[in-house]
């Protein structure tokens, strides 16, 4: 028998996905969810799928320590206000020391993809201000992402 087939034909789908949705119950972020290393959901992650491991009968189950730069994140929330209507975006993020006391007011450049403002972001001659540009990844199907980044 062929590997591949032999290996699919031993694969219980319904469990993995089961799993994968009770792995989904350790969050740092309530909305988005993510489990950064190093974080307390990782470290909860990582707890029960030890004991899932041993529960199903494998033998010599091992936690490792690792160091790592943990991180907590807790939330991003982009609100803006245009014409008298308030609208809140949940934002992902990524390992930075950003803070505010609640909502502050900042001004957004949206610098696209043709327009002159993306020669000046590009360049990094536009310290301290936020920026939002739209790409596209091939690598992912042709997946917008919309990004903003603070320089």
């Not at 494998?58 to 991003?76: C, I, R």
């Amino acid at each position: 028998m062929h590997t591949r087939e032999h290996l699919l034909e031993h694969l219980d789908i319904e469990y993995s996905y089961k799993l994968a949705r009770r792995m989904e119950q350790f969050r740092s972020n309530e909305v988005l969810g993510y489990r950064p290393a190093g974080s307390q959901a990782e470290f909860k992650t990582g707890e029960m799928l030890k004991k899932e491991m041993e529960s199903i009968g494998l033998s010599q189950v091992t936690k490792d320590a690792v160091t790592v730069d943990g991180w907590e994140f807790k939330k991003a929330v982009l609100a803006v206000e245009t014409k008298g209507k308030r609208r809140e975006f949940q934002l992902g993020a990524y390992q930075t020391d950003f803070k505010t006391d609640g909502f502050e007011p900042f001004s957004l450049t949206y610098v696209g993809k043709r327009n002159g403002k993306k020669k000046d972001y590009e360049a990094g001659k536009c310290r301290g201000n936020w920026y939002l540009s739209i790409s596209t990844r091939e690598m992912n199907g042709g997946s917008i992402t919309r990004f903003i980044r603070h320089i």
